[in-house]
Nanobody, 127 residues
Framework: VQLQASGGGSVQAGGSLRLSCAVS????????IAWFRQAPGKGREVVSCISAEGGRKYYADSVKGRFSISRDNAKKEGYLYLDNVEPGDTAVYYC?????????????????????WGQGTLVTVSS
């Protein structure tokens, strides 16, 4: 299984970006997609996740109302739309996927249970 994250870059505060995560090698399209980020000197935090069916979504409080997650099961791709970005959004963004297992809500999946990770894409927001 391989994940290819893309779409990062430099943007001014208030701008927008779309991150993509292409998944290959997964036998089905039934997996949770999550986005994490890690800012310099900080730990990795979950930003957003979407259930395998796409009907349940989670957003961290810090991005609620500004970021939007979606997925295209036919393409096995996930997306994170970053709108009205702030300097505090500067981080390396990682996508991760895993079968939902017994979890109904994707934000209940512990970080260590995600088996598959992308390489990360850097988002830099300038003020």
């Amino acid at each position: 299984v391989q994940l290819q994250a893309s779409g990062g870059g430099s943007v001014q505060a208030g701008g927008s970006l779309r991150l993509s995560c292409a998944v290959s090698g997964f036998k089905t399209d039934y997996f949770v997609i999550a986005w994490f980020r890690q800012a310099p000197g900080k730990g990795r935090e979950v930003v957003s996740c979407i259930s395998a069916e796409g009907g349940r979504k989670y957003y961290a409080d810090s991005v609620k109302g500004r970021f939007s997650i979606s997925r295209d099961n036919a393409k096995k791709e996930g997306y994170l739309y970053l709108d009205n970005v702030e300097p505090g959004d500067t981080a390396v963004y990682y996508c991760a996927v895993d079968p939902p297992g017994g979890y109904y809500y994707c934000d209940h999946i512990p970080v260590h249970e995600y088996d598959y990770w992308g390489q990360g894409t850097l988002v830099t927001v300038s003020s």
